[in-house]
């Protein structure tokens, strides 16, 4: 049975630092392209970050030079370290796992605040 389960999201001052977590279960997450992506309210969900299964890595424009996606394959979990965050992070961000059929995490709320 596929599971994905995100944490690491919480509230943050702008400027501050996370680090999400996508914990994967059923599969190997090194044999698959996997993303995140968030969804802020009253918004479509968007592309944040992915990396394919030889780890090569892409990022939206919002994301560069902030965030950086990451595997431990020992582990079998994804990582989406996010520094210099800005109040527009505000989202909830999930976790993908792309191929037939396409899984989704539960999400984990990151808000951004003073």
């Known amino acids: 049975q596929v599971q994905l389960v995100e944490s690491g999201g919480g509230l943050v001052q702008p400027g501050g630092s996370l680090r999400l977590s996508c914990a994967a279960s059923g599969f190997t997450v090194s044999r698959y392209a996997m993303s995140w992506y968030r969804q802020a309210p009253g918004k479509e969900r968007e592309l944040v970050a992915a990396i394919t299964s030889g780890s090569s890595t892409n990022y939206a424009d919002s994301a560069k030079g902030r965030f950086t996606i990451s595997r431990d394959n020992a582990k079998n979990t994804v990582y989406l370290q996010m520094n210099s965050l800005k109040p527009e992070d505000t989202a909830v961000y999930f976790c993908?796992?792309?191929?037939?059929?396409?899984?989704w995490g539960q999400g984990t709320q990151v808000t951004v605040s003073s």
């Open positions: 993908k796992r792309l191929g037939y059929p396409v899984y």
